[in-house]
């Protein structure tokens, strides 16, 4: 893969979660409000053009895959932050009243 360019896979996915966000009635599984900038301006007309392959079963059982997979993903890193938060602060608490 040429250096300062991204993987098939990685435009797949992002094609795949760009397509979710049009595509799906609201509200969405997951809510990315990257992937379509990410792609480029032309992203939304190649997926409106082209969105009766995004539906066809196998595809859309793909997406589903990706769309579950990215927001397990969002709601384990977001858990991770929340403990490392409450880590944080009981160490604050726990130097401040020892001091």
Do not use: C, W
Request: aromatic share 6%; charged share 20%.
């Amino acid at each position: 893969m040429p250096q300062n360019q991204a993987s098939f896979t990685a435009l797949a996915t992002a094609y795949m979660r760009a397509a979710h966000q049009l595509l799906e009635a609201k509200p969405l599984l997951f809510d990315d409000p990257v992937a379509l900038p990410l792609l480029g301006p032309e992203a939304s007309k190649n997926i409106q053009d082209t969105a009766d392959h995004y539906r066809t079963p196998e595809i859309l059982a793909l997406r589903t895959r990706i769309i579950l997979r990215s927001q397990f993903t969002e709601d384990r890193l977001a858990a991770q932050s929340r403990e490392e938060s409450g880590n944080i602060s009981s160490s604050v608490r726990v130097s401040i009243h020892s001091h």
